[in-house]
């Protein structure tokens, strides 16, 4: 019971960081490149704090480090830019989608041949990703603000990959939180940022406490988790972000949100359910 809670907790800061960052974002209380910035900082000073607490050194110097760094600076910078116009569910089912399809698509590559249910599945999945970014009637998805986000994905999707063979993820976290830092300040640093207080505010909520304590959590939880569960559970982001979305900032859910959603969620599912195929040790 107390994994079980536990895991929602998590999965419920993962999209709560999609309704903070519209929130403050699109209502302009805070500009995406200052909003970035804070998070990252915010998410610093909490990870440095656990890591004190648990007397864990901060591992900088590995060369893991480069591709952590640069690829999560990539996730932040998208993210806070494509939420200026983009509503906070249709943001969480865009960021979802591309990450566990790269993933797929990498673990294909690598040579862990897909079934013909995982293809279907996966195959379901862009399909619906390409409903909700195809431009035409009844689409609402600002291109610019969909790219940003496929670029969020493909950074968190390589960042998840990097981080895979790290045996203590949390201090890995820590240390590219704190090396991306830099590396966003170069980019996003301008002369026309602005932040108000409120949008400080909901910055520093997302980095420290959906981020930062929210992956200390995800790690925590994670090894206690059998893998298909784990990656089944994690559907429910989404779907969070959406209903989030609709009640807390009033954004309309359309009917080719719904269309898109359940062939994303339900593609996915497919897929990383599939049984394993029996290895032959002849």
């Not at 790290?166 to 300040?185: G, I, K, R, S």
């Not at 009640?247 to 719904?258: A, N, Q, R, T």
């Amino acid at each position: 019971m107390k994994l079980t809670l536990l895991t929602a907790l998590t999965m419920v800061a993962f999209a709560a960081n999609s309704v903070l960052n519209r929130a403050a974002v699109g209502s302009g209380s805070i500009d995406p490149a200052s909003f970035a910035l804070i998070r990252v900082i915010s998410g610093v000073v909490i990870l440095c704090m656990v890591l004190s607490v648990r007397r864990t050194p901060l591992p900088l110097l590995r060369p893991a480090r480069v591709l952590g760094a640069l690829s999560l600076a990539a996730y932040m910078a998208g993210f806070s830019l494509s939420y200026v116009v983009l509503d906070a569910g249709m943001g969480a089912l865009i960021l979802f989608g591309v990450v566990q399809i790269t993933m797929f698509g990498w673990g294909a590559l690598r040579g862990a041949a897909p079934t013909a249910r995982q293809m279907a599945g996966a195959g379901i999945a862009f399909a619906g990703l390409l409903l909700v970014l195809w431009p035409g009637p009844g689409s609402r998805t600002d291109p610019a603000g969909a790219l940003m986000m496929v670029v969020a994905g493909l950074g968190w999707a390589v960042y998840t990959i990097s981080g895979k063979s790290e045996p203590d993820p949390l201090p890995a976290t820590a240390a590219n939180f704190v090396l991306c830092l830099p590396v966003l300040a170069v980019f996003l640093i301008g002369p026309d940022m602005t932040a108000r207080p409120l949008g400080i505010g909901l910055a520093v909520i997302s980095g420290a406490v959906t981020s930062g304590l929210g992956y200390a959590l995800w790690y925590t939880v994670l090894p206690r988790l059998a893998q298909t569960t784990a990656a089944v559970v994690q559907l429910s982001v989404p779907i969070i972000a959406i209903v989030a979305g609709a009640v807390i900032l009033g954004e309309p859910v359309s009917g080719l949100m719904v269309a898109a959603a359940a062939l994303v969620l339900g593609g996915i599912a497919w897929a990383v359910t599939a049984p394993k195929v029996p290895v032959d040790h002849r």
